[in-house]
């Protein structure tokens, strides 16, 4: 990115000291432990900081001008010539910035949010795009009221198509991040249970993700989940609906399910494969595929580009043990709908003489976080030979489960019963919510060997 002192002189003001007009800014930083060469330094406050008081570290790391909230007092000994941007909260500076740098730039703007595979259609969706058009998206999980203006101002210059995440736990913070982004083209994947626990209900949880339409552009497109009743209603905006009922603009049609990869057919003559497992992810290509074709690419771009696909890692990501078990680490999240989809797709495997499932805790499940526990545990299909559940509400799991089952009651005693079924021809899948940390027992798995 390249900002200029002109262009910040429109939007804030600026201390005694004068702002040069022909000041570069390339870049914008809010963490004075990374570098900040050239960049305007933005002190965040938070619950247990407050970014202000590392003015002169930025200072020392390279900033050539901050921000600044008005309640707070300038440090006495700042440089004479350092440049202030006051504004009355740093965070709203921050994403009134984004939106005029996003306005300077002006691309074609794509926003997703979901209940479940938001970061693999992210991922889809910019191997789509990344071809035909300068592309810049979400990098791992900033995806929020901070990350998200990072996100727009990490842009270059020529950037035709940005690509935002959009993460939430409450009501009202889609519409906040609609809102600094000002989307284009809205991409809606599904409805599962995630923060039902804040939302209330699954239509509290849709409500929410239609939050997205805020400030999308009038005449922007909506693409949704074409199979969650949900989200079938009627829009002010141009809506394409993706799914496997023939009642969808796109119908995706699951031919063959394998360890490399998703084979499927769109509109019964569209050939697609992706290196993805599972019906679940077929799906999520085809919203990628839809936007593709809302933005004139061809079916031989796109299914190319499908197959070379750059992930985000834990997204079942596919791992040797150190002894030769096969590891499937989609550990990054978790919900009813995301662990059955896992489930689903393991099942499918064929080459391997077991298949084994070790799944934590799913969180954010609300007052019913149990029930969905249990539930879970009695759906457990025959082709998994057995599981392994750690955590007090995965116990449940175990308890419901009419597959052999184990409880672990911690890391250490999982992953000594995990030792069992560590070897060349077994398959061991890891799901379960973030704070599970389910990667830390992978890493023993792959760094130990019998």
């Not at 707070?72 to 909260?89: A, E, G, Q, W």
Request: glycine share 8%; net charge negative; aromatic share 8%.
């Amino acid at each position: 990115m390249k900002l200029t002192g002109q262009f910040l002189k429109g939007l804030f003001t600026f201390n005694e000291q004068t702002l040069s007009e022909d000041l570069i800014i390339r870049g914008v930083g809010t963490d004075t432990r990374m570098e900040l060469t050239d960049q305007l330094f933005i002190p965040i406050v938070g619950d247990h900081f407050n970014g202000h008081d590392y003015i002169k570290t930025a200072i020392e790391k390279g900033a050539v001008a901050s921000m600044w909230q008005r309640d707070y007092p300038l440090p006495d000994d700042l440089p004479t010539n350092f440049p202030i941007l006051f504004v009355d909260d740093t965070l709203m500076g921050l994403q009134t910035l984004a939106t005029a740098y996003r306005d300077l730039i002006d691309p074609t703007v794509v926003a997703i949010t979901g209940s479940n595979g938001k970061t693999t259609t992210k991922d889809l969706v910019k191997n789509v795009c990344q071809s035909a058009f300068n592309t810049h998206a979400t990098k791992g999980n900033f995806n929020n009221h901070i990350g998200l203006p990072l996100t727009i101002l990490q842009m270059e210059e020529k950037t035709d198509v940005l690509i935002l995440e959009m993460g939430m736990n409450h009501f009202n913070e889609i519409e906040r991040l609609s809102d600094i982004a000002k989307p284009d083209v809205a991409i809606v994947t599904n409805i599962g249970e995630s923060h039902i626990e804040n939302l209330g209900s699954r239509e509290g949880i849709a409500k929410a993700k239609l939050e997205i339409l805020s400030s999308l552009h009038p005449d922007g497109v909506l693409i949704i989940d074409g199979d969650e009743p949900l989200l079938n209603q009627e829009y002010n905006f141009r809506t394409i609906k993706v799914g496997f009922s023939v009642r969808n603009d796109y119908e995706v049609t699951l031919n063959e399910v394998m360890p490399a990869g998703t084979h499927f057919m769109l509109n019964g003559e569209q050939d697609y494969q992706i290196p993805l497992v599972g019906k679940h992810h077929a799906k999520n290509a085809s919203y990628a595929i839809a936007l593709g074709y809302h933005l004139n690419l061809t079916h031989k771009d796109m299914y190319e580009d499908l197959m070379n696909l750059e992930q985000t890692g834990m997204r079942f990501e596919q791992l040797l043990s150190k002894n030769g078990a096969t590891l499937i680490n989609d550990a990054y999240n978790a919900s009813p709908t995301s662990m059955k989809g896992a489930i689903d797709a393991v099942k499918l495997f064929t080459g391997y003489e077991k298949k084994v499932a070790v799944l934590g805790d799913m969180f954010e499940l609300g007052e019913n976080e149990k029930d969905y526990h249990v539930e879970l545990g009695s759906w457990i299909p025959s082709e998994i030979d057995c599981i392994y559940t750690i955590g007090p509400l995965a116990s449940l799991i175990s308890e419901h489960s009419r597959v052999q089952s184990t409880h672990a009651s911690t890391p250490e005693e999982l992953v000594n019963f995990l030792k069992e079924h560590d070897q060349k021809g077994n398959l061991i899948l890891f799901k379960a919510s973030r704070g599970m940390a389910l990667e830390k027992v992978i890493a023993q798995l792959m760094n130990e060997k019998s």
